[in-house]
């Protein structure tokens, strides 16, 4: 995945939870194709569908880690998975995963 692939990802995946724009995650598929379309990249909302249920799937020790820190593990964790997801994306998904795990 070339550097503007990754940075088209990212920006879906930001997009598609709406991230520091609303309030709690969505499912906004229209968002993700519109960032797609904006870099003249063909949709990632099923790719981003993909990473968003690997980030819920990714384990925590919930008898050890706060909701919070959960959704720093499986930030770092799926930046581990994918290295050229931004840091903005990742925080995205550790945000998705506390508000599906309250």
């Keep these: 995945m ?4 990754s940075d088209t990802l990212s920006e879906a995946v930001v997009a598609y939870l709406g ?4 309030r709690s995650p969505r499912a906004d598929a229209e968002a993700a194709d ?3 379309v904006r ?5 990632r909302t099923s790719t981003v569908e993909r990473m968003v249920a690997e980030s819920l799937a ?3 020790d ?3 880690t706060s909701l919070g820190d959960a959704g720093r593990q499986v930030a770092a964790e799926m930046k581990r998975r994918h290295p050229g997801l931004s840091d ?3 925080d995205a ?8 795990w309250r």
């Design 39 to 43: 870099n003249g990249s063909p949709s």
């Design 19 to 22: 991230y520091r724009r609303e």
């Design 2 to 5: 070339t550097s503007s692939d």
């Design 58 to 60: 990714v384990p925590v």
């Design 88 to 90: 903005l994306a990742a």
């Design 62 to 64: 919930w008898s050890r």
């Design 93 to 100: 998904l550790g945000w998705n995963v506390t508000f599906q």
């Design 34 to 36: 519109a960032a797609a």
